[in-house]
């Protein structure tokens, strides 16, 4: 057998699997598990992405797992107060909430969504119920031999959501799900898998937040499948503003259906390790996608936002902005890549990334990556990287600003673009508050 | 008020100010000519604090303390205002929120209350017509996209806002069309007072005639080489630099 990076995870994930499947009964022979059993298979004979990686290459996510996790921990039981619970809550948020603790739904604390036109179902529920029902919405866009954490997370994941909208559907609240870990006694690693499927003119939202509490380290592995039909218009926030123990990987998958408009809102603002991946796939003419990001990075934290938009058909317009703010010794990737298919004339696609760095020890690595096929394209992007502007912070403290204000109101008008274009007034002051307090320190 | 003796400063190993003397007292206008690259706007960002050049010798004493020592932040607190040659642009920034924040840390430094909502609009709008700008330029990005005269009637727009103690004005009748000028001449004439004083750096004689000097100063080589009253700028305007630029070189 050839040699396969991050082996010792294979181990420890193989007698998970066999006991997993013990525990199925019933449910052992259903077609997920089918599909569970082959993205198994899969991981276990290429396994993780290795130095070589080029996907993974300023991001050593599997040697990470390795260095600070210890897989065979089975889950640890969930022990914070309420209080802990609310803490995690965006104030002032109206939504329908879902919660997990540990990786796992709760009942208890997550709202029973009673609206007409939406249908929130926690996965475990489905799963148990009929795994029939997921057919054609589980593993439909994530491909797990593209990405070896797709893949651990296909064959382990039993919990998360299922969002169906119904055609026409203008869903008022956003429905949040907030990820709540307890790794004050131990370590902590789930995978979370959100199966989301909009209808033809629905409009709606959704938010996700990550926060984990205690000394140990966790892993999150996220995996997010959203199908956008014809004319639907889906807004999705991730949030993380996770512990400095946190390692979190994600994978989001979209694909549009003509006419559709998808944003994508990804904010990044401690943890570990994080590594975003996002795909959105522009199947018919006439979509929008926009994806968004920031990434506000001090201590040893390392965040990588890998982007892939897929122009397949013509007449459709994507626009990338990423910035990030990067001190201490902490590390940001960026790649971006835009690919405009044959077929895909009268593309419309934009990308930039900036980057301040505000220490010496601070890195970013930032790439963009244009593939275009078509002849008939608009596409441009740019990326920078720079120390904050000096002259204007002179000019600041000329009018009798102390520096390290002076120095926030930069940073901040800088980010400003990416709350500019936040519609929901709670995240915009949630993030508005926890930006001005990082910057002002 | 400002006592300046015997300055020089440097960037890169470059000597630019060579031994600058000047005395400037409460209610009077200075007014420092001379040559391109002579070293006036060296002058005015040394006294505003910008940390590019090393000051290698003399002393600056302001309001009788000193203000080499300050950072530029506090010298704007105890009074110091330069209204800059080249204004910069500050995306996302605009002059109205960092007003607030400037005016209230001038406030608190010296010892008094923070402008509420109410008070700061009020003064706002009283600036604004004594500088005849629009309230929607300063809700803009700062000097981003604006024109020469908009930039430096934003200038002095801040300067009225924050009621400086001394304040140096860089060129800021540079570019200026003839109502620019006269606007930001009638704002400078209009905040002076007994108690503060104002250093003109110019380039011509034109501003003069709209704000008067006491005295005028003839900056050239680093080194203040002639000083007199507002005739010495008469006379600069007729006859150029060159013979100061002889004299200078003869004594040198
Ligand atoms: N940042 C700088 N780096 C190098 N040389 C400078 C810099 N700023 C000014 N100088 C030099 O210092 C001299 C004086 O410049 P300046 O003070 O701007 O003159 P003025 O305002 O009288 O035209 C010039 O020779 C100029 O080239
Ligand atoms: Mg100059």
């Given at each position: 057998?050839?040699?396969?990076?991050?082996?010792?995870?294979?181990?420890?994930?193989?007698s998970?699997?066999?006991?997993?499947?013990?525990?199925?009964?019933?449910?052992?022979?259903?077609?997920?598990?089918?599909?569970?059993?082959?993205?198994?298979?899969?991981?276990?004979n290429?396994?993780?992405?290795?130095?070589?990686?080029?996907?993974?290459?300023?991001?050593?996510?599997?040697?990470?797992?390795?260095?600070?996790?210890?897989?065979?921990?089975?889950?640890?039981?969930?022990?914070?107060?309420?209080?802990?619970?609310s803490?995690s809550?965006?104030?002032?948020?109206?939504?329908?909430?879902?919660?997990?603790?540990?990786?796992?739904?709760?009942?208890?604390?997550?709202?029973?969504v009673?609206?007409?036109g939406?249908?929130?179902?926690?996965?475990?529920?489905?799963?148990?119920?009929?795994?029939k029902?997921?057919?054609?919405?589980?593993?439909t866009?994530?491909?797990?031999?593209?990405?070896?954490?797709?893949a651990?997370?296909?064959a382990?994941?039993?919990?998360?959501?299922?969002?169906?909208?119904?055609?026409?559907?203008?869903?008022?609240k956003?429905?949040?799900l907030?990820?709540?870990?307890?790794?004050?006694?131990?370590?902590?690693?789930?995978?979370?898998?959100?199966?989301?499927?909009?209808?033809?003119?629905?409009?709606?939202?959704?938010?996700?937040?990550?926060?984990?509490?205690?000394?140990?380290?966790?892993?999150?592995?996220?995996?997010?499948?959203?199908?956008?039909a014809?004319?639907a218009?889906?807004?999705?926030?991730?949030?993380?503003?996770?512990?400095?123990?946190?390692?979190?990987?994600?994978?989001?998958h979209?694909?549009?259906?003509?006419?559709?408009?998808?944003?994508?809102?990804?904010?990044?603002?401690?943890?570990?390790m994080?590594?975003?991946?996002?795909?959105?796939?522009?199947?018919s003419?006439?979509?929008?996608?926009?994806?968004n990001?920031?990434?506000?990075?001090?201590?040893?934290?390392?965040?990588?936002?890998?982007?892939?938009?897929?122009?397949?058909?013509?007449?459709?317009?994507s626009n990338?902005?990423?910035k990030?703010?990067?001190?201490?010794?902490?590390?940001?990737?960026?790649?971006g890549k835009?690919?405009?298919?044959?077929?895909?004339?009268?593309?419309?696609?934009?990308?930039?990334?900036?980057?301040?760095?505000?220490?010496?020890k601070?890195?970013?690595?930032?790439?963009?990556?244009?593939?275009?096929w078509?002849?008939?394209?608009?596409?441009?992007?740019?990326?920078?990287t720079?120390?904050?502007?000096?002259?204007?912070?002179?000019?600041?403290q000329?009018?009798?600003i102390q520096?390290?204000?002076?120095?926030?109101i930069l940073?901040?008008?800088?980010a400003?673009?990416?709350?500019?274009?936040?519609?929901?007034?709670?995240?915009?002051?949630?993030?508005?508050?926890?930006?001005?307090?990082?910057?002002?320190? | 008020?400002?006592?300046?003796?015997n300055?020089?400063?440097?960037?890169?190993?470059?000597?630019?100010?060579?031994?600058?003397?000047?005395?400037?007292?409460?209610?009077?206008?200075?007014?420092?000519?001379?040559?391109?690259?002579?070293?006036?706007?060296?002058?005015?960002?040394?006294?505003?604090?910008r940390?590019?050049?090393?000051?290698?010798?003399?002393?600056?004493?302001?309001?009788g303390?000193?203000?080499?020592?300050?950072?530029?932040?506090?010298?704007?607190?105890?009074?110091?205002?330069?209204?800059?040659?080249?204004?910069?642009?500050?995306?996302?920034?605009?002059?109205?929120?960092?007003?607030?924040?400037?005016?209230?840390?001038?406030?608190?430094h010296?010892g008094?209350?923070?402008?509420?909502a109410?008070?700061?609009l009020?003064?706002?709008k009283?600036?604004m017509?004594?500088?005849?700008?629009?309230?929607?330029?300063?809700s803009?990005?700062?000097?981003?996209?604006?024109?020469g005269?908009?930039?430096?009637?934003?200038?002095i727009?801040?300067?009225?806002?924050?009621?400086?103690?001394?304040a140096?004005?860089?060129?800021?009748?540079?570019?200026?069309?003839?109502?620019a000028?006269?606007?930001?001449?009638?704002?400078v004439?209009?905040?002076?007072?007994?108690?503060?004083?104002?250093?003109?750096?110019?380039?011509?004689?034109?501003l003069?005639?709209?704000?008067?000097?006491d005295?005028?100063?003839?900056?050239y080589?680093g080194?203040?080489?002639?000083?007199?009253?507002?005739?010495?700028?008469?006379?600069?305007e007729?006859k150029?630099y060159?013979?100061?630029?002889?004299?200078?070189?003869a004594?040198?």
């Open positions: 057998m050839e040699k396969i990076a991050g082996q010792t995870i294979v181990d420890s994930l193989t998970q699997f066999e006991s997993f499947e013990k525990s199925l009964n019933g449910q052992g022979k259903s077609a997920v598990h089918a599909i569970r059993k082959s993205a198994f298979e899969t991981l276990s290429h396994g993780f992405p290795g130095p070589k990686s080029e996907a993974y290459k300023f991001t050593n996510f599997t040697k990470a797992i390795e260095k600070n996790l210890d897989l065979d921990s089975s889950s640890p039981t969930f022990g914070l107060d309420a209080q802990l619970i803490a809550e965006i104030a002032g948020l109206n939504a329908h909430k879902i919660v997990f603790l540990n990786g796992i739904y709760s009942e208890e604390h997550s709202d029973e009673e609206v007409q939406i249908k929130v179902t926690s996965l475990a529920k489905a799963l148990k119920a009929d795994s029902s997921l057919e054609g919405i589980f593993n866009q994530a491909n797990f031999e593209k990405d070896a954490f797709v651990m997370n296909t382990f994941a039993q919990h998360g959501v299922v969002i169906e909208v119904e055609a026409n559907a203008v869903i008022e956003p429905v949040v907030y990820f709540i870990g307890d790794c004050t006694k131990s370590q902590l690693t789930y995978n979370i898998r959100n199966l989301v499927v909009a209808g033809k003119f629905s409009q709606f939202t959704v938010i996700e937040k990550f926060d984990t509490i205690g000394e140990h380290a966790s892993l999150t592995n996220a995996v997010n499948e959203f199908s956008v014809e004319n218009h889906v807004q999705y926030y991730k949030i993380e503003n996770d512990s400095g123990k946190a390692y979190h990987i994600s994978n989001t979209a694909s549009q259906a003509a006419n559709s408009n998808f944003t994508a809102n990804t904010y990044a603002l401690n943890g570990a994080v590594r975003n991946n996002l795909n959105i796939k522009l199947e003419e006439g979509c929008e996608a926009y994806m990001g920031l990434y506000l990075l001090d201590g040893k934290t390392h965040v990588d936002n890998h982007t892939i938009v897929d122009h397949m058909k013509p007449n459709c317009y990338e902005l990423y990030g703010i990067m001190d201490g010794s902490s590390k940001g990737v960026f790649n835009i690919f405009v298919r044959q077929d895909a004339q009268q593309t419309n696609a934009f990308q930039s990334n900036k980057n301040i760095l505000l220490s010496d601070a890195t970013v690595n930032t790439k963009p990556q244009l593939e275009i078509a002849d008939d394209v608009k596409c441009s992007h740019g990326c920078t720079g120390q904050l502007d000096q002259e204007a912070l002179f000019y600041l000329s009018r009798g520096k390290d204000k002076a120095r926030a940073l901040t008008a800088f400003s673009d990416l709350l500019e274009n936040v519609s929901n007034e709670a995240i915009k002051i949630y993030l508005g508050e926890i930006i001005a307090q990082r910057l002002e320190k | 008020m400002l006592s300046i003796k300055l020089q400063a440097r960037i890169e190993e470059k000597e630019i100010l060579r031994g600058i003397d000047l005395e400037v007292k409460p209610g009077e206008v200075h007014a420092i000519m001379g040559p391109n690259g002579s070293g006036k706007s060296t002058l005015a960002s040394v006294l505003a604090g940390e590019d050049y090393e000051v290698t010798g003399g002393e600056v004493a302001f309001q303390n000193d203000l080499l020592e300050m950072d530029a932040d506090v010298r704007a607190r105890e009074g110091v205002f330069l209204a800059f040659q080249y204004p910069v642009e500050i995306p996302g920034v605009s002059t109205t929120n960092f007003m607030k924040t400037a005016l209230n840390q001038i406030r608190e010296q008094e209350k923070a402008l509420d109410v008070s700061f009020k003064r706002m009283e600036k017509k004594l500088v005849e700008i629009d309230q929607s330029l300063l803009r990005s700062l000097n981003e996209g604006f024109s005269g908009e930039k430096k009637r934003n200038e727009f801040q300067m009225a806002m924050l009621e400086p103690k001394l140096i004005l860089d060129e800021t009748d540079s570019g200026l069309d003839i109502d000028l006269r606007i930001v001449a009638n704002g004439n209009t905040l002076k007072s007994a108690d503060n004083a104002t250093i003109l750096v110019t380039h011509y004689q034109r003069l005639e709209y704000i008067v000097p005295f005028v100063h003839v900056l080589n080194k203040i080489v002639k000083s007199g009253t507002k005739e010495l700028a008469l006379e600069l007729e150029g060159d013979w100061i630029k002889e004299e200078a070189d004594t040198a």
